[in-house]
């Protein structure tokens, strides 16, 4: 599987599973008039629309580079989950906390109307079943590129650069966690005959949205403004070049992301000043290759060799 493979296997398992939820929630909804369902409905299909946005980004960060963009379109990715963000912030926490509060005024003035308890209860165990596929497409997949990084699940969150999957994941788990909210809140109205209940639960649901909008909108900002690559890749990076004899001392290393796959290094080295200039040559030639094969994702690398400084101008 490429290096984006894992990142496209998450967000089609999730737009296929959203689009069906997303379906059922809205025919119960017209049976129930639930506003745990309605707020269910809006949150599936902005999840299904989020997902399409991803995978927009994701075509368009593969495209080479130009004149205009050198580094390439890389960081694209990154802008359409930030817009991701703040659609689950608008579409999804802003409308659900709304319908939850209008839903626990008319509750509480008893005014609210919930009916056909047992299709939303339904229709609520089914979209739990296939969330549950969605969402544990999503765990394999980035339990595997925690792995890979030599980490547990919550570190490789902070420290991954694949944006659309970080997405994706806490889509999902907000996914899970509304549809056990909104089932509880329908089962607990349908026992007792209390929309409060209900619209508690659509409230709660908003709230949760809200943090994971929160969260992916800070994280992926990080990205957007640039970030290095995480410390195993540097730390692998540095091992790299301490392994060349030829340098007496590294100044320098710095790296920055253009997208998941794209890294950027700066090395600023030290070497013998005995050196000739095509010894230098030769060294950075074995340096760049070594650092290109070992980690691919360094895709551009530039090396200031301090030993340079100490030799005179060229004659005319």
């Known amino acids: 599987m490429s290096a984006g493979g894992g990142s496209l296997k998450v967000v089609i398992a999730a737009l296929i599973g959203n689009g069906l939820i997303a379906i059922a929630k809205f025919v119960a909804y017209m049976f129930t008039l639930s506003s745990a369902m309605l707020a269910e409905s809006i949150h599936s299909l902005a999840d299904t629309g989020n997902q399409a946005l991803l995978l927009f980004g994701m075509k368009r960060a593969k495209r080479p580079p130009d004149a205009a963009h050198p580094y390439g379109y890389g960081k694209e990715s990154y802008f359409w989950s930030f817009v991701v963000a703040i659609s689950i912030f608008t579409l999804g926490a802003v409308f659900a906390c709304y319908e939850g509060v209008h839903k626990l005024q008319n509750a509480l003035g008893g005014d609210a109307v919930v009916k056909s308890q047992k299709i939303a209860i339904i229709v609520l165990g089914v979209s739990i079943v296939i969330e549950t596929f969605s969402f544990g497409v999503a765990i ?24 659309e999957m970080v997405t994706v994941l806490f889509e999902d788990a907000a996914a899970m966690a509304g549809l056990l909210i909104a089932l509880a809140g329908v089962s607990l109205t349908a026992l007792t005959g209390n929309a409060v209940y209900d619209g508690a639960a ?19 900002m990080r990205l957007l403004v640039g970030t290095s690559a995480n410390q195993q890749t540097e730390e692998k990076l540095r091992a790299i070049v301490d392994a060349t004899a030829e340098v007496e001392n590294i100044i320098d290393l710095k790296t920055i992301h253009f997208g998941a796959d794209t890294i950027l290094l700066n090395l600023g080295l030290q070497f013998s000043p005995t050196m000739a200039v095509h010894e230098l040559e030769q060294v950075i030639d074995s340096i760049e290759g070594q650092v290109k094969s070992q980690v691919p994702e360094v ?15 060229r004659p005319d």
């Open 140 to 163: 394999k997949e980035f339990n595997q590129e925690a792995k890979k990084m030599g980490l547990g699940l919550w570190a490789a969150v902070r420290e991954t650069r694949k944006a």
């Open 202 to 220: 659509t409230l709660m649901i908003g709230v949760i949205l809200a943090w994971v909008a929160w969260f992916l909108s800070v994280n992926t």
């Open 299 to 313: 895709k551009r690398i530039f090396i200031e060799a301090d030993s340079l400084r100490h030799i005179g101008p």
